[in-house]
C-alpha cells in the first residue's frame, strides 16, 4: 500500500516543472502525422499522454546511434577508451519499452560485461505510463505479455479519473517522489479504482495472433523451410528500417574515424542492420545471409528463438514499430499468422 | 553528452610490436609479434584476436602459433580489406594493438590420449597450426598423428619449410594434395576429400579436425563421417567477421551460437542441425 502515490492531474504540470528544474526529462512529444519522439521537455503542454510508440524506442538513450568508444592519438601513441554518457530522466515510458529495455540490460550485462552500457544505463531514471487501451491495430502487446509492467522503472504511473496513482519501485523513484514533493498517499479508493483499470485492460488486450505465447518459439524452430521467407525474400527491401526502430535490435559496427590532421580521431560504434546484405560476408567473399528471405528469418529468429533458449525471453515486445514502419508492409502479426497456418 | 576515460572496458587493447614480417604469398603476409607488456598472449589453439591499427580500425585473425610458444604469437593476414590493406604495409619494428585472445578454442584437454586425424584446406591451415605445433611439441601426450594438407595450386602452400619437416617427421603421418598442379609440383593431384579414404584409422578413438573454406567442410566431414568418425569428435573451425569480440554486436551470429564466444570452434554434433554454420 505505501508502494503506492497519487499525484492529482492538476499537480501535474508542477511535477514535470519542478522535476525538470532538477534533471534533463525527455517525454514523448508529438512530430505530427501520428509520429511522436522521446524529446527533452520542460513543460507538461509538450508532452503527449497518449501517445502511439514514438518512431525510435527509448533504446537511443541506452544504446546511442553512433557512440564514441575510444579516442586515440597516432603521434603521442595514446589509445584511451572512454564512457558517454548523459544523466536523464525519462517520463512516460509505454510497457512494451519497458520490456524492451530489459531485453537490451541483459544483453549487454551478460559477460563479458559492455561497461559502456552498463555505465549509461545506471544513470538513467525510468518513469513508465500505463497503456489503458491499445495504441493501434499494429501492437501484439498481449501476446508478447508486455501490455502490462513486469518491473523495469523507478516510477510507474497508472492514469485514473482524477489523479495518476503511481507505483514506486525503487530507492531513485522514491527521491522523485521526495524532490517534487506533490505526491499524496494512495487510499483504499484509489486502490480499488486501479484495480478497475487494471479489470477493464484484461478485457481489452485479447491475443492478437493465432499462436499462444508458448507455442511461438517451437513454431519459429520449425519454420527454416517455410514457404513465408520466400514471400517476405520478395517482398523486403533490405533497408533495416525495421532494425533501426526495433527496441531490442543491438548489433552495432565499429569503425575508426580519423580527423583532418591524420593523427586524432576515435573509435566508434554506431547501430548495423542484420539486414543489409553485407553483414554476414567475411574476408573469403562468402556471404552467411545472402538472401533477403535469409535475412527477415534471421531477423525473426532473434525475436522468437534464439533470445528464447539463451535468455528465457523472446526479444520481440509487441510494440509493432517494425510493422508501422515497413515500406514493403511486412507485418510481424501477418508473418505469424502466416507460419501458424502453415503448420495447421 | 559527457565524456570521461574508462579504465575497464572491452575495447582496452593491448599496444605489441611486429618482431618479424614477411610476405607468403601474393595475398598473405606472415608476422610474429610480441606483446609490449612482455606477457604471454596466453591464448589456447584455436583462438582468435582482435588486430587494431587507430585510423583503420580492428579486424578478428586467428593466432597461427602454438601456445606452447610463449614470448611471442604468429598471424597470417590475408590482404582482404581496411585493416589487413593498412598491415599489409607494416614491417618488423612497427607497432599494432590486440584485443583477446578471444573464444573457444580446441579442446585439448578432450583430445589428449586420443588418435588425431588434421584435414586443413587452403587458409585452414593457419589457424589449424596452433594446434598442429601443440600437438608436435606435446607429442606423448596424443595418440597416431595424420595430417591432411589440400590447396589450389603449389604457389598457394603456406608454411611450406614446416609442412616439409612435418613430412620428414616418424611421429606424424602426413599426406598432402593440390587441386592444380604447376611443372615443378611431384605430389598428390585432387581434392582433398580423395585422401581420407586411404587413411587407416580407429574411428572409435579418432578426433577429425577440420578447418577451410565453407565448400570443404561438407565434403569433408561426409568423407569422415563414412570413415565411422562419430559427429561429436569431428571439429570444425568456423570463419566469421566479428567486429567486437564479446558476442554482442551480432555480426558473427550462427543460428543461436555467437562464432566469437561459442566458437570460432565447434563440434559438428553442434551445428549438424544449424541451418546457417556451414
Known amino acids: 500500500m505505501k508502494q503506492f502515490k497519487i499525484l492529482e492531474k492538476k499537480d501535474f504540470p508542477q511535477f514535470i516543472k519542478r522535476l525538470s528544474k532538477k534533471h534533463k526529462v525527455v517525454a514523448p512529444v508529438s512530430r505530427g502525422n501520428k509520429s511522436y519522439a522521446f524529446t527533452q521537455v520542460d513543460s507538461s503542454d509538450q508532452i503527449a499522454m497518449k501517445y502511439i510508440p514514438t518512431i525510435l524506442p527509448p533504446k537511443k538513450y541506452f544504446m546511442p546511434q553512433r557512440e564514441t568508444l575510444a579516442q586515440y592519438n597516432k603521434s603521442k601513441k595514446t589509445f584511451q577508451t572512454v564512457l558517454e554518457f548523459e544523466e536523464l530522466v525519462i517520463f512516460g515510458v509505454h510497457t512494451c519499452d519497458l520490456a524492451g529495455i530489459q531485453c537490451l540490460n541483459i544483453v549487454f550485462s551478460d559477460t563479458p560485461k559492455d561497461i559502456n552500457y552498463i555505465a549509461r544505463k545506471n544513470r538513467i531514471l525510468i518513469i513508465g505510463l500505463e497503456c489503458n487501451d491499445y495504441c493501434d491495430e499494429y501492437a501484439s502487446c498481449k501476446v508478447m505479455d508486455s501490455h502490462h509492467p513486469n518491473g523495469g522503472y523507478d516510477l510507474f504511473f497508472t492514469e485514473l479519473k482524477e489523479s495518476f496513482i503511481v507505483h514506486v519501485n525503487t530507492l531513485e523513484g522514491e527521491g522523485i517522489i521526495e524532490l517534487t514533493g506533490l505526491f499524496k498517499e494512495a487510499t483504499s479508493n484509489h486502490l480499488k479504482e486501479r484495480e478497475g483499470v487494471i479489470a477493464a485492460k484484461k478485457k481489452i488486450f485479447k491475443d492478437e495472433v493465432d499462436v499462444h505465447y508458448k507455442d511461438l518459439k517451437p513454431m519459429f524452430d520449425k519454420s527454416a523451410g517455410s514457404k513465408v521467407w520466400e514471400d517476405l525474400e520478395k517482398r523486403c527491401l533490405s533497408c533495416g528500417n525495421c532494425t533501426n526502430v526495433c527496441p531490442t535490435c543491438y548489433c552495432f559496427d565499429i569503425i575508426d574515424e580519423i580527423n583532418l590532421d591524420l593523427d586524432t580521431g576515435y573509435r566508434i560504434r554506431q547501430w548495423d542492420s542484420c539486414q543489409n546484405e553485407d553483414f554476414a560476408k567475411v574476408a573469403g567473399g562468402e556471404s552467411f545471409r545472402e538472401e533477403r528471405g535469409q535475412r527477415q528469418r534471421h531477423r525473426y529468429m532473434r525475436k522468437f528463438s534464439y533470445p528464447v533458449e539463451r535468455y528465457a525471453r523472446h526479444f520481440c515486445t509487441g510494440c509493432g514499430r517494425c510493422s508501422r514502419t515497413c515500406m514493403a508492409k511486412i507485418n510481424l502479426k501477418e508473418t505469424i499468422n502466416a507460419l501458424a497456418k502453415e503448420n495447421r | ?278
Not at chain 2, 581496411?82 to 607494416?90: A, E, P, W, Y
Request: proline share 6%; charged share 25%.
Open chain 2, 1 to 278: 553528452m559527457k565524456r570521461v576515460d574508462l579504465k575497464e572496458s572491452e575495447y582496452i587493447v593491448k599496444p605489441a610490436t611486429i618482431i618479424k614480417a614477411k610476405p607468403m604469398t601474393a595475398l598473405e603476409k606472415f608476422f610474429e609479434i610480441e606483446l609490449d607488456s612482455g606477457a604471454s598472449l596466453d591464448h589456447e589453439p584455436g583462438q582468435f584476436v582482435m588486430v587494431s591499427i587507430p585510423g583503420a580500425g580492428d579486424a578478428p585473425i586467428s593466432v597461427s602459433s602454438s601456445p606452447t610458444k610463449r614470448s611471442s604469437f604468429d598471424l597470417v593476414v590475408r590482404n582482404a580489406g581496411k585493416l589487413t590493406g593498412v598491415m599489409h604495409r607494416l614491417n618488423a619494428g612497427d607497432k599494432i594493438d590486440i584485443r583477446g585472445p578471444f573464444g573457444r578454442g580446441f579442446p585439448i584437454r578432450i583430445l589428449e590420449g586420443n588418435d588425431l586425424l588434421f584435414v586443413a584446406g587452403g587458409l585452414g591451415i593457419v589457424p589449424l597450426r596452433s594446434l598442429i605445433n601443440f600437438v608436435i611439441d606435446n607429442r606423448r601426450d596424443f595418440g597416431r598423428v595424420n595430417i591432411l594438407l589440400g590447396c589450389k595450386t603449389p604457389s598457394d602452400m603456406l608454411f611450406g619449410d614446416e609442412v616439409e619437416q612435418w613430412g620428414q617427421r616418424l611421429d606424424v603421418n602426413f599426406n598432402c594434395t593440390v587441386d592444380k598442379s604447376d611443372p615443378d609440383w611431384k605430389g598428390n593431384v585432387g581434392l582433398i576429400t580423395s585422401l581420407i579414404p586411404g587413411v587407416n584409422l580407429d574411428a572409435e578413438k579418432t578426433f577429425g579436425v577440420v578447418v577451410g573454406p565453407p565448400v570443404m567442410y561438407k565434403f569433408v566431414i561426409k568423407e569422415l563421417l563414412n570413415k565411422d568418425i562419430p559427429a561429436r569428435q569431428i571439429l570444425v573451425s568456423l570463419e566469421r567477421h566479428m567486429k567486437c569480440g564479446v558476442g554482442k554486436c551480432g555480426h558473427c551470429q550462427i543460428g543461436n551460437y555467437y562464432c566469437c564466444q561459442d566458437g570460432p570452434v565447434f563440434t559438428y554434433e553442434e551445428i549438424k542441425d544449424n541451418i546457417e554454420a556451414l
